[in-house]
């Protein structure tokens, strides 16, 4: 009985787990100016919403060499080496960088986006931001849009008679086979 009860509550915890990632892409950067485009089915609803974000390449000269990150048509970010709160790596200065980063949707943009039932994610590069890979390593995108899913809350004192009748039935079933 105590390895069921440990099992049981062992089970409910892993089930309040609370990250889901919506949708993820790694993408090698091959030409000046690429873009980049997917839509993606979302099967709950979401809240909390954060993109994670690692791009690689020539991203120094701020009027054309950046990167820019959309969903359903909506800027979410516009990135280069001197956008603030970004950790930026200078893999050779003034030609390769990697610039990494966290940002949060608010919750009212995320629910129009998501109001149809779709994500469209698309990104593009700026038209001087030159793909280097045989100098340099290879130049990507890599990102996450990451959530918390949206569960139906229980209020506490069902569920605590759903556990105590759960309890009462084992309880009988045990003195029942006695």
């Keep these: 009985m105590k390895k069921f009860l440990i ?7 892993c089930m309040s787990a609370n990250a889901a990632v919506i949708t993820s892409d790694f993408t090698e950067l091959t030409t000046t100016g690429q873009t980049y485009s997917e839509t993606v089915s979302l099967n709950d609803t979401y ?3 954060y993109v994670d974000l690692i791009i690689k390449g020539d991203f120094d000269n701020v009027n054309v060499e ?22 930026v790596v200078t893999n050779s200065a003034t030609r390769d960088y990697t610039l990494s980063g966290t940002f949060a949707i608010a919750q009212s943009l995320w629910d129009s986006i998501a109001a ?26 890599d990102y996450s849009f990451n959530a918390t899913p949206s569960f ?27």
Excluded at 69 to 81: C, I, K, R, S, V
Excluded at 118 to 125: G, K, R, T
């Design 7 to 13: 099992t049981f509550f062992g089970a409910v915890m």
């Design 152 to 178: 139906v809350q229980v209020g506490a004192p069902a569920s605590l008679l759903l556990i105590a009748c759960a309890l009462f039935g084992i309880t009988s079933l045990r003195r029942r086979f006695k």
């Design 47 to 49: 809240s909390s919403v």
């Design 116 to 141: 149809d039932g779709l994500l469209d994610v698309s990104w593009a590069i700026g038209p001087f931001s030159d793909p280097t890979p045989t100098q340099f390593g290879s130049d990507f995108v």
């Design 66 to 87: 950046w990167f820019r990150l959309f969903a359903d048509g909506n800027l979410l970010a516009e990135w280069n080496t001197s956008t603030a709160g970004l950790t």
